[in-house]
Structure formats: structure tokens, C-alpha cells
């Protein structure tokens, strides 16, 4: 081919993430009871209510006291009282006097320590006793201030953060029994082709079951959106605009599979030259996952997904779970870790590859990481038992047994 009719070069992964993320945002927010937490993304800030602890408490179980009054072993104070977790002593603790104290129990006024109780010899547990210190004690010791953890008006968690069992804790703590998070984003998800049947629909000769669209709803649920099925739009032009403009409630984002090829049997691409629709870019240097497409349908984004199962899954991994992230008011990069190749790797061409693979840890610990011999893009079997992604960049040279490459694990949900 003469120079100057060379092909255009293909877009790459990183300029082709950076174009469908390019606007994405949140719609709305909600209340949310922190029990249903789990996962939502906080659309606002969560500011303490309470100091954590309140006031100051115990660490340990003991005797309140003031430790000047006790300085040489031997020292001897007088039980006045008790303080128990939530059974606080009201009074004020004065000059050779001590309060029974137990861990997490409010220290009582005037006192200024906690004598650990294996460090006393003490008549009996009752008030008027007499408690011989045989340990002195530090100034201070075993008290947790007011305020230790928090203070009262702290912001604890930002705007931005997805929810986990802990941070549910931690806004349970600061006095909290709802948040204030960004609504689930509502994501089509639409399959084409003449050839696809519904699961359960037995598959006559030459149809396939479209496993896309499964995978695809739960992927979306695992990324907490809400899946909106689309249906199966068959290879006529339009047909994919009719399904998609006939979403029975409104979305954020339209996922397609399949037809975005060349063929003569595939519309995507055309259907997205029509009044009320935009064509971003098409086809990225990327393997599996070369036909991807991004586009509008009345201001709807639309991620154009290639059919091949694994294209579709892996690209899935790569923009759509991050789509999802924006358009829930959070972020998603991915988490890359180095590991040790157990094969060797032929030198990689222009498009960015993600290969297939298993990772296991040797016996002390490190990555190792094994491609599947067969990277066809149609084998969801070999994709379902993957836990891993090799990522290699264009032109990456070739590898040994034993070289460092870089990886992507695979959530074990996605
Ligand atoms: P296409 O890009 O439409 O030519 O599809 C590429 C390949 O993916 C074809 O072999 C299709 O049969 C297959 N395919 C397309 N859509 C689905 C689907 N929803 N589920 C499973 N396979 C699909
Ligand atoms: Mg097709």
C-alpha cells in the first residue's frame, strides 16, 4: 500500500476511555438508610454528630483515681463508687479516693488515671473498702479523651465515596441511620443479531442463545446500576433506534452488542447517522474489542459493545464498569498488578492486548500468571474461568518465561 493511503491509525484504549467518560455524571441523589448502604456512592459529605467518645472512658477495668495520690507503691485509697459501661458515677472524685472502673465506663470527675485492677489488692467490691496500690501509675494512663477517635462536626466520609461495611460502621458511629447518596444509574442493554434466541428458547439450526445480554445485566447489577433489558434488536437499520427510543423508563446509558462490524448485516454504525443520533468514534486499538463504538441516541451515551462474548465482557471491564462508576458519582481505575509469566509471549502489534489468564501465588507469596492457550474471542468458556487480564501495551516486545508483565485481576463478581 503507497504511503500516503496508509489506514488511520486506531484509537487507543486510554483516548477511547477518556471519550466516553467526557460528560458522565450523576442524575439526582436520594436518602438512603445506611443498612442499605452497601456499595451507593455518597452525593454529599457526612459530618459527625457525636465526639467518639462523647466523653472521657475507660480503656480497662480498674480503679479511677488521681495518681498523685498514689505515687509509691503500697499507696492506699478508699472505694467510693462504681462506674460501669453505661452506668456512669455522677459524683467528683476527691484527695486518696478511688471509683471501680470498667472498660469503656465514663472516667468520673476529679480523676485522672485508671489503676489496672491486677495492680491493687482490694478488700472486697464493695464502697468504703480500703485498695492498696502496688503499682503506681502514669499520669493519664489507660483514659481515652473526649474526642480520641472524632470530634463532634468532623467530616468522616466525603462526597464521592462508595459505602463498605466499615464506612457504614463509622457513619452508624457518628450518630447516622441514613446518608444522602447519588441514584442508581439506568443502563439499557440491548443485543442485536438475527441469530440470537432468548435463554431458555431452544436454538434452532444456526442460532446461538445471546449470553451477552446475562452477562451484561450482571455485570451492570455488580456495578450497582440498575439493568434495563432492551430486548433483542434483529439486523435491520433502525431496528436498534426503535428498541432503544422504546426503554420503558428513562437511562443514563445505552450498552449495545454486536452489529457494529462491517458487514453488510450490521447497522449500528449507520443507525447512528440518523436524525436525533451522534457517532463518537469507531473501532480502537484494542484486542479483543476492536469494533467498539460510542455514539448518542437523544442524548442518551450509547457504548457500542463488539459481539463476541469476551470482546464484549473484557471491554465491559475496561469502559463500561468506569462509565458506570461516573454516572454514579464515583471513579473506577482499575488495579494493576506486576506478575511472573509462566510462558512465553510473541512479540504484540498495535492493538493493546488483554489476554486471558489465570493467576496463582507461589509458595512465598508472589503473582505468577499463566495465559490460556486459546484467546479466540468467542470462547466464554475459557473467559469464565479466567481471574485475570495480561495487559500489554502496543508493540510490546516479545517475553520470556519468567518476565514481569503487567496484570489485571478480574473481579471475582464481574
Ligand atoms: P457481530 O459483531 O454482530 O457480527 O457479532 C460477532 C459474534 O458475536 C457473532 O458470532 C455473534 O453470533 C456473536 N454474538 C453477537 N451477539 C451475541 C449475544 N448477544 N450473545 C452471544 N453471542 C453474540
Ligand atoms: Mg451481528
Redesign the pocket.
Same mark, same amino acid.
Not at 510490546?396 to 471475582?412: F, H, I, N, Q, Y
Given at each position: 500500500m503507497p504511503r500516503d493511503r496508509q489506514p488511520k491509525p486506531l484509537l487507543p484504549v486510554e483516548d477511547a476511555l477518556a471519550r466516553i467518560l467526557d460528560g458522565l455524571a450523576p442524575h439526582g441523589s436520594e436518602r438512603c438508610a445506611l443498612v442499605d448502604a452497601m456499595g451507593r456512592v455518597l452525593a454529599s459529605d457526612v459530618a459527625s454528630r457525636l465526639s467518639l467518645p462523647p466523653e472521657a472512658v475507660s480503656a480497662m477495668d480498674g480503679y479511677a483515681a488521681r495518681a498523685d495520690d498514689c505515687r509509691t507503691a503500697g499507696d492506699i485509697l478508699t472505694r467510693i463508687g462504681e462506674s460501669a459501661a453505661g452506668r456512669p458515677w455522677d459524683g467528683s472524685l476527691g484527695a486518696g479516693e478511688t471509683v471501680r472502673i470498667f472498660t469503656g465506663a465514663v472516667v468520673p470527675a476529679g480523676a485522672d488515671c485508671i489503676i489496672l485492677q491486677e495492680d491493687v489488692d482490694a478488700v472486697s467490691e464493695d464502697d468504703g473498702t480500703a485498695v492498696t496500690v502496688n503499682e503506681a501509675p502514669r499520669d493519664g494512663q489507660f483514659i481515652r479523651p473526649a474526642g480520641l477517635d472524632v470530634t463532634a462536626g468532623d467530616v468522616v466520609l466525603t462526597a464521592g465515596t462508595v459505602m463498605s461495611a466499615r464506612l457504614i460502621s463509622l457513619a452508624t458511629s457518628a450518630g447516622h441511620t441514613e446518608v444522602s447518596v447519588w441514584r442508581r444509574p439506568h443502563i439499557g442493554v440491548l *443485543?442485536?443479531?438475527d441469530?440470537?434466541v432468548l435463554p431458555g428458547d431452544e436454538p434452532a439450526r444456526g442460532q446461538?442463545?445471546?449470553?451477552?445480554?446475562t452477562y451484561l445485566a450482571a455485570f451492570v447489577r455488580a456495578c450497582g446500576a440498575v439493568p434495563v433489558d432492551l430486548g433483542?434488536a434483529r439486523d435491520r437499520a433502525g431496528a436498534m433506534l426503535e428498541q432503544v427510543r422504546a426503554a420503558p423508563v428513562p437511562l443514563d446509558m445505552v450498552v449495545t452488542?454486536?452489529?457494529?462490524?462491517v458487514?453488510t448485516?450490521?447497522h449500528l454504525v449507520s443507525d447512528l447517522k440518523g436524525a436525533g443520533t451522534e457517532l463518537g468514534f469507531w473501532k480502537i486499538a484494542m484486542r479483543p474489542g476492536k469494533?467498539l463504538l460510542n455514539g448518542r441516541i437523544d442524548d442518551v451515551p450509547l457504548l457500542g459493545l463488539?459481539?463476541?462474548?469476551v470482546s *464484549?465482557a473484557v471491554c465491559a471491564n475496561i469502559f463500561l464498569r468506569p462509565a458506570i462508576a461516573r454516572l454514579s458519582g464515583g471513579e473506577h481505575h482499575p488495579q494493576m498488578i506486576a506478575a511472573k509469566l509462566t510462558a512465553e509471549l510473541r512479540e504484540n502489534d498495535q492493538r493493546q492486548d488483554y489476554l486471558r489468564s489465570r493467576l496463582v501465588y507461589d509458595e512465598s507469596g508472589r503473582p505468577t500468571v499463566t495465559p490460556a492457550r486459546k484467546q479466540d474471542s468467542?470462547m466464554i468458556s475459557i473467559y469464565a474461568h479466567a481471574d485475570a487480564l495480561i495487559v500489554r501495551p502496543p508493540f510490546d516486545p516479545a517475553k520470556s518465561t519468567g518476565d514481569e508483565v503487567l496484570v489485571m485481576r478480574l473481579d471475582p463478581l464481574m
Amino acid at each position: 500500500m503507497p504511503r500516503d493511503r496508509q489506514p488511520k491509525p486506531l484509537l487507543p484504549v486510554e483516548d477511547a476511555l477518556a471519550r466516553i467518560l467526557d460528560g458522565l455524571a450523576p442524575h439526582g441523589s436520594e436518602r438512603c438508610a445506611l443498612v442499605d448502604a452497601m456499595g451507593r456512592v455518597l452525593a454529599s459529605d457526612v459530618a459527625s454528630r457525636l465526639s467518639l467518645p462523647p466523653e472521657a472512658v475507660s480503656a480497662m477495668d480498674g480503679y479511677a483515681a488521681r495518681a498523685d495520690d498514689c505515687r509509691t507503691a503500697g499507696d492506699i485509697l478508699t472505694r467510693i463508687g462504681e462506674s460501669a459501661a453505661g452506668r456512669p458515677w455522677d459524683g467528683s472524685l476527691g484527695a486518696g479516693e478511688t471509683v471501680r472502673i470498667f472498660t469503656g465506663a465514663v472516667v468520673p470527675a476529679g480523676a485522672d488515671c485508671i489503676i489496672l485492677q491486677e495492680d491493687v489488692d482490694a478488700v472486697s467490691e464493695d464502697d468504703g473498702t480500703a485498695v492498696t496500690v502496688n503499682e503506681a501509675p502514669r499520669d493519664g494512663q489507660f483514659i481515652r479523651p473526649a474526642g480520641l477517635d472524632v470530634t463532634a462536626g468532623d467530616v468522616v466520609l466525603t462526597a464521592g465515596t462508595v459505602m463498605s461495611a466499615r464506612l457504614i460502621s463509622l457513619a452508624t458511629s457518628a450518630g447516622h441511620t441514613e446518608v444522602s447518596v447519588w441514584r442508581r444509574p439506568h443502563i439499557g442493554v440491548l *443485543s442485536t443479531g438475527d441469530e440470537l434466541v432468548l435463554p431458555g428458547d431452544e436454538p434452532a439450526r444456526g442460532q446461538i442463545i445471546s449470553s451477552n445480554a446475562t452477562y451484561l445485566a450482571a455485570f451492570v447489577r455488580a456495578c450497582g446500576a440498575v439493568p434495563v433489558d432492551l430486548g433483542i434488536a434483529r439486523d435491520r437499520a433502525g431496528a436498534m433506534l426503535e428498541q432503544v427510543r422504546a426503554a420503558p423508563v428513562p437511562l443514563d446509558m445505552v450498552v449495545t452488542t454486536g452489529g457494529a462490524s462491517v458487514g453488510t448485516h450490521d447497522h449500528l454504525v449507520s443507525d447512528l447517522k440518523g436524525a436525533g443520533t451522534e457517532l463518537g468514534f469507531w473501532k480502537i486499538a484494542m484486542r479483543p474489542g476492536k469494533p467498539l463504538l460510542n455514539g448518542r441516541i437523544d442524548d442518551v451515551p450509547l457504548l457500542g459493545l463488539p459481539g463476541n462474548p469476551v470482546s *464484549s465482557a473484557v471491554c465491559a471491564n475496561i469502559f463500561l464498569r468506569p462509565a458506570i462508576a461516573r454516572l454514579s458519582g464515583g471513579e473506577h481505575h482499575p488495579q494493576m498488578i506486576a506478575a511472573k509469566l509462566t510462558a512465553e509471549l510473541r512479540e504484540n502489534d498495535q492493538r493493546q492486548d488483554y489476554l486471558r489468564s489465570r493467576l496463582v501465588y507461589d509458595e512465598s507469596g508472589r503473582p505468577t500468571v499463566t495465559p490460556a492457550r486459546k484467546q479466540d474471542s468467542s470462547m466464554i468458556s475459557i473467559y469464565a474461568h479466567a481471574d485475570a487480564l495480561i495487559v500489554r501495551p502496543p508493540f510490546d516486545p516479545a517475553k520470556s518465561t519468567g518476565d514481569e508483565v503487567l496484570v489485571m485481576r478480574l473481579d471475582p463478581l464481574m
